[in-house]
């Protein structure tokens, strides 16, 4: 009987590690991904479609953009431009992004529940070659974290071919002493640098970009901008476009049952103080 239970024991090990062999080989299995994005109900000059493909089964990773504005017909060139758009927005583009990129997609890919609910108002859909063979057009249920990997990407894009510089954000504290510091989110290697007091260091990719999430949450009063970083107790911020603002006065909650100014003051805190 010690026998028999003992090759019982062997047979389920056996068995156990055959099926963990076999998960484990199922994953990271796609190499392509097509990404199928409209805006929907979103109005003109904001309206947009992309089409963003996604292929490392030759080990790097090639990327091909396609982005076109949409019904900008029924609008002027001064209403465009009061937006902050251009005449010529749209943008293509075939070429490569650094392969830091790879390992992110699959563990989204691989994390995602696919939905049969219709997204007429807008939306991303998901089409994937996993082990040679097209599985179709899937629609994640998890809408939200496709469409900001497909904008990261975009925006990796973007540093890669020079269009536009990493996002910088300048941060003030000022308590009993003066402590600045920002953070610069380099897109094109998916790294973000903290930097302090002369020295620098890379932080965490998703503690980073919930930060920077926070950060354009509330409204910014421009009429309270300061060209230059003020010495008074408080915290300030410059996203970049040379106006430092106060954050609880020209820096305010849209939602007053969401504190993200609170938030982001935290956040920064518990960078500074890490050093």
């Excluded at 080990?59 to 396609?66: A, E, R, Y």
């Excluded at 108002?121 to 629609?139: F, H, M, N, P, Y």
């Excluded at 809408?143 to 975009?154: G, N, R, S, T, V």
């Excluded at 410059?238 to 106006?243: S, V």
């Amino acid at each position: 009987m010690i026998g028999l239970q003992n090759n019982h024991l062997i047979d389920r090990k056996t068995i156990l590690l055959r099926k963990a062999y076999a998960m484990t080989s199922t994953k990271n299995t796609i190499n392509r991904l097509v990404l199928e994005y409209d805006s929907g109900i979103v109005p003109p000059p904001y309206s947009h479609v992309f089409r963003l493909e996604l292929d490392w089964s030759k080990g790097d990773l090639s990327v091909s953009l396609d982005l076109h504005y949409t019904e900008r017909e029924e609008l002027s060139e001064e209403e465009i431009f009061d937006e902050g758009f251009t005449l010529n927005d749209d943008y293509s583009y075939k070429g490569k992004l650094n392969s830091v990129w790879i390992k992110p997609l699959q563990q989204l890919f691989e994390k995602t529940k696919w939905t049969s609910k219709d997204i007429e108002d807008g939306g991303i859909t998901v089409a994937a070659l996993e082990k040679g063979k097209d599985e179709g057009v899937k629609i994640p249920a998890n809408q939200e974290e496709w469409q900001l990997m497909a904008q990261d990407l975009i925006q990796a894009i973007y540093e890669t071919v020079k269009k536009e510089a990493p996002l910088k954000i300048d941060y003030r504290q000022v308590t009993d002493q003066i402590a600045d510091c920002s953070l610069t989110v380099h897109f094109s290697v998916r790294e973000v640098i903290f930097e302090m007091s002369g020295s620098s260091r890379v932080i965490n990719w998703e503690y980073a970009i919930q930060l920077m999430k926070l950060v354009f949450t509330p409204d910014y009063h421009y009429e309270l901008a300061k060209e230059e970083a003020s010495n008074k107790r408080g915290a300030f911020i410059n996203c970049g476009d040379g106006y430092w603002h106060e954050l609880g006065k020209g820096v305010v909650n849209i939602d007053p049952s969401f504190d993200a100014v609170g938030k982001i003051k935290s956040g920064f805190s518990d960078l500074i103080a890490e050093g």
